[in-house]
């Protein structure tokens, strides 16, 4: 079982292009979520999805959008990049409704905005 | 405002010793908390999920405790290998009523370099 994938592993970006970072997972989660990760900060939410179809803001949602078409996607797109955005992204997905709501990670998307 | 402190920072110890990483919270309503393993590069791995009726749970050579009275955790690593080298990161779920999804609250981490 492969868990969570993302794509790519790391990428450079021009500031001001769009990217989309891709997340899958196979375990039929009905959640899934995307953090930033930055120096010495926590982990922080930037949107998640409870469920296939719905979607909603995380802690720092501002520049960055998702879409949920089915349970194993969940695309976040940087529609117009900036150097702040540098960052470490993580995918995490759970299952939705149990008391644990324990997540699982991917191996992280490493992008870097110049 | 809803916080997780986590001390120290970083901390080097030699294979085979053990030792304790501390965690601080003020998050309310309390659901649960959690340890992750992180190893450079990757993703963060669960170790282990402790809700508010749980004063401690074992995995292997790691052991969490919790205090829910004086919002304090601890996670402690015995006989320490090579592979423990990563940060350990305490989280603290926020509780929300209403079936939205629990707020996860993550902690800086604790950086831990087993050296030979």
């Known amino acids: 079982t492969a868990g969570i994938t993302q794509a790519p592993t790391s990428q450079i970006l021009a500031a001001g292009r769009s990217m989309t970072l891709r997340c899958t997972q196979d375990m039929r989660h009905n959640a899934m979520y995307w953090y930033r990760q930055d120096l010495g900060l926590g982990l922080r939410l930037i949107h998640y999805?409870?469920?296939?179809?719905?979607?909603g803001k995380g802690e720092v949602p501002d520049g960055y959008s998702v879409s949920r078409a089915n349970t194993d996607d969940f695309p976040l797109t940087l529609a117009s990049a900036v150097p702040s955005q540098t960052s470490v992204y993580f995918c995490?997905?759970?299952?939705?409704?149990?008391?644990?709501?324990?997540?699982?990670f991917g191996p992280g998307t490493r992008l870097t905005v110049l | 405002k809803n916080q997780v402190e986590q001390s120290p920072q970083s901390l080097i110890i030699l294979e085979g010793k053990n030792c304790t990483l501390q965690c601080n919270y003020t998050v309310s309503p309390f659901s649960n908390l959690r340890w992750y393993k992180q190893d450079t590069g990757r993703g963060p791995v669960s170790l282990t999920i402790?809700?508010?009726?749980?004063n401690t749970k074992s995995n292997g050579r790691y052991t969490a405790t919790l205090d829910a009275d004086t919002k304090q955790s601890s996670l402690h690593i015995t006989a320490s290998q090579l592979s423990d080298s990563a940060s350990y990161i305490c989280v603290v779920s926020e509780k929300n009523y209403g079936g939205a999804t629990n707020k996860l609250i993550f902690g800086t981490g604790t950086l831990l370099a087993v050296q030979p």
């Open positions: 999805s409870n469920t296939a179809g719905t979607t």
């Open positions: 402790m809700t508010f009726s749980e």
């Open positions: 995490a997905s759970s299952d939705y409704g149990t008391g644990y709501n324990e997540q699982f």
